[in-house]
């Protein structure tokens, strides 16, 4: 096992966390130890993707943790220095912005900050609608923000939603190996 411990944080971009999951289930499979982390909308809602109590099962079976679901439960990831690095995946729009302007009103966004006070890497694996509409000013900022990685992305649907982002989650990975020496994978743009 490796003597690395993860966070691995889901926010609500539901229609790829089949993708997550399955990126979440190969860390685990090849011995990262990990802390699961997901937003209330993710722990909570059923939608057309899924029901919630199945992709918490899930989770929590492929970690072996309870899943970290609020801010308390949160919040000591920074002052017990918990992880050595955290992954959040997929990452949307909305919790971009909330991590570009230190908004910590759910369980993900406060476990980055409260992780980033230690100066350790954070990868962001971004789904958006929007992130090269109003998302763009946020996504730029993080990419000039110490300790914030991400996982190569690309426009999924340029011709139907020309706005859209979505990384490649089969490069989670190799991401988080290089961010954890400090390097982001490049090209970061695919």
Same mark, same amino acid.
């Given at each position: @096992?490796?003597?690395?411990?993860?966070? %691995?944080?889901?926010?609500?971009?539901?229609?790829? @966390?089949?993708? #997550?999951?399955?990126?979440?289930?190969?860390?685990?499979?090849?011995?990262?130890? +990990?802390?699961?982390?997901? #937003?209330?909308?993710? %722990?909570?809602?059923?939608?057309?993707?899924?029901?919630?109590?199945?992709?918490?099962?899930?989770?929590?079976?492929?970690?072996?943790?309870?899943? +970290?679901?609020?801010?308390?439960?949160?919040?000591?990831?920074?002052?017990?220095?918990?992880?050595?690095?955290?992954?959040?995946?997929?990452?949307? /729009? *909305?919790? @971009?912005?909330?991590?570009?302007? /230190? +908004?910590?009103?759910?369980?993900?966004? @406060?476990?980055?900050?409260?992780?980033?006070?230690? *100066?350790?890497?954070?990868?962001?694996?971004?789904?958006?609608?929007?992130?090269?509409?109003? #998302?763009?000013? *946020?996504?730029?900022?993080?990419?000039?923000?110490?300790?914030? %990685?991400?996982?190569?992305?690309?426009?999924?649907?340029?011709?139907?939603?020309? *706005? #859209?982002?979505?990384?490649?989650?089969?490069?989670?990975?190799?991401?988080?190996?290089?961010?954890?020496?400090?390097?982001?994978?490049?090209?970061?743009?695919?």
């Amino acid at each position: @096992m490796k003597d690395i411990t993860l966070g %691995y944080a889901f926010c609500g971009s539901f229609c790829t @966390m089949a993708q #997550s999951l399955a990126a979440l289930k190969g860390l685990a499979e090849t011995g990262w130890k +990990i802390k699961p982390i997901m #937003s209330q909308i993710v %722990y909570h809602t059923d939608t057309r993707f899924g029901k919630a109590e199945d992709l918490r099962k899930e989770v929590e079976k492929a970690c072996g943790e309870p899943i +970290i679901h609020d801010i308390p439960a949160a919040e000591p990831i920074g002052p017990k220095n918990l992880l050595d690095a955290i992954i959040v995946a997929p990452c949307t /729009g *909305n919790t @971009m912005a909330k991590i570009a302007l /230190g +908004i910590t009103d759910t369980p993900v966004t @406060m476990a980055v900050k409260a992780h980033l006070r230690n *100066n350790k890497p954070v990868i962001l694996a971004i789904a958006t609608n929007d992130a090269l509409g109003a #998302s763009a000013k *946020n996504l730029g900022l993080l990419h000039n923000t110490a300790n914030v %990685y991400f996982v190569p992305y690309r426009q999924d649907d340029p011709f139907g939603k020309n *706005n #859209s982002l979505v990384c490649d989650f089969g490069k989670i990975p190799e991401t988080l190996e290089a961010a954890l020496q400090g390097k982001q994978i490049q090209p970061v743009l695919l």
